[in-house]
């Protein structure tokens, strides 16, 4: 898996080096609305696994689709560190390593619904 905090641009995986760059505007609706949550659940203290894990996608796309640095992906996520960020990216990238069909399901179902 791809460490966002040393990658150099050649190191980076395709996904993100040729992808439109992305708003985290524009990328929140589209995982409230897969994950059934709202904006607030996601900005909010719980740490239940309804809510953390939509928080952790939300976290690993924002890195992986709009070039936004951890810091700034934490302070728009209800002011959180940005070593929880970079927590939150890891787990989904080690999920998906595993072989997490469900979550790689929603993840492609959520950027299929980028815009163009």
Not at 56 to 75: C, I, K, N, P
Not at 82 to 107: C, M, P, Q, W, Y
Request: aromatic content about 6%; some cysteine.
């Amino acid at each position: 898996m791809t460490d966002v905090s040393t990658s150099t641009d050649a190191e980076l995986p395709k996904t993100r080096q040729e992808a439109k760059q992305m708003k985290f505007i524009e990328i929140l609706p589209l995982v409230c609305a897969e994950f059934c949550v709202t904006r607030e659940s996601l900005e909010g203290e719980s740490r239940a696994r309804t809510i953390a894990r939509p928080r952790q996608v939300l976290m690993y796309l924002a890195l992986m689709d709009t070039g936004r640095s951890q810091e700034w992906v934490g302070d728009h996520l209800g002011g959180r560190d940005h070593t929880t960020v970079l927590h939150g990216f890891r787990k989904i990238g080690e999920l998906l390593d595993e072989g997490d069909e469900n979550l790689r399901s929603a993840i492609e179902r959520i950027r299929s619904n980028y815009p163009p």
